[in-house]
């Protein structure tokens, strides 16, 4: 069964630091998310991207933020100055064009970024 | 979007029928019903959708009356293995391809031996 990937599974980083996490949707897929999760806290969503630009952002994806798929493959995230807040996993998420069945989202199993 | 509402714990034993019942009042016309599951440290993962009435797959069951304000999901005898978050999510998977899903706080569900 096709599956999102997602590397390097747990990330440390100093604080100011910039991170790349990175993700390989499934191959079909052409709407790919982030969404990141505060240990105990709720699934929040980051960002969506289609056909190579952004669709919708959250206030928490800010200017320290961006996106991009640099091949035919690779979604990353990138975070230029990393804070101590920004400790959390982040998820990858993928789906197919909406016209093919809905927009049921596949998660990868995660990046822990752990800020110091 | 319409809020969802699901209790914040259950407790189950192995082999035992689970039904976590989400209330979304508000919920569109258009909106379908969604779970996902998480365990930890682990990314969400779609269970099932449904519309109306019924829904069944190899995993779970949907319950949806027909007013549509409230949803059960179920799941046939129980293991250890379904300890896990579950996500009652309402939307419209066709308004836009790129939907932005809104989680709650879940249901935890506890399975004890």
């Known amino acids: 069964e096709p599956e999102v990937t997602q590397t390097p599974s747990h990330q440390v980083t100093q604080m100011g630091q910039e991170v790349i996490l990175r993700c390989v949707p499934i191959?079909?897929?052409?709407?790919f998310y982030w969404y990141r999760q505060i240990l105990g806290q709720k699934v929040e969503f980051l960002v969506s991207?289609?056909?190579?630009?952004?669709?919708?952002k959250s206030e928490i994806f800010d200017d320290q933020f961006s996106v991009e798929r640099p091949d035919g493959s690779n979604f990353t995230l990138k975070i230029r100055s990393t804070k101590l807040e920004d400790s959390a996993m982040y998820f990858c998420?993928?789906?197919?064009?909406?016209?093919?069945?809905?927009?049921?989202?596949?998660f990868g199993p995660g990046t822990r970024l752990t800020v110091l | 979007l319409a809020k969802t509402t699901q209790p914040i714990s259950m407790d189950s034993y192995e082999g035992q029928e689970v039904n976590i019942t989400c209330s979304h009042n508000?919920?569109?016309?258009?909106?379908?019903i969604t779970w996902y599951q998480q365990f930890p440290s682990q990314g969400p993962r779609f269970i099932i959708q449904?519309?109306?009435t019924k829904v069944t797959n190899e995993v779970a069951s949907l319950f949806i009356p027909a007013d549509r304000k409230s949803s059960t999901l179920s799941l046939p005898r129980v293991s250890l293995s379904d300890t896990a978050v579950y996500y009652c999510?309402?939307?419209?998977?066709?308004?836009?391809?790129?939907?932005?899903?809104?989680f709650g706080a879940g249901t935890r569900l506890a399975v004890h031996p």
């Open positions: 508000n919920i569109a016309t258009n909106d379908y």
């Open positions: 191959s079909n897929h052409l709407y």
């Open positions: 991207f289609y056909n190579n630009e952004i669709s919708e």
């Open positions: 998420a993928s789906s197919e064009a909406r016209d093919r069945g809905g927009d049921t989202q596949y």
């Open positions: 999510l309402v939307g419209d998977p066709f308004s836009g391809g790129y939907n932005k899903l809104i």
């Open positions: 449904g519309y109306k």
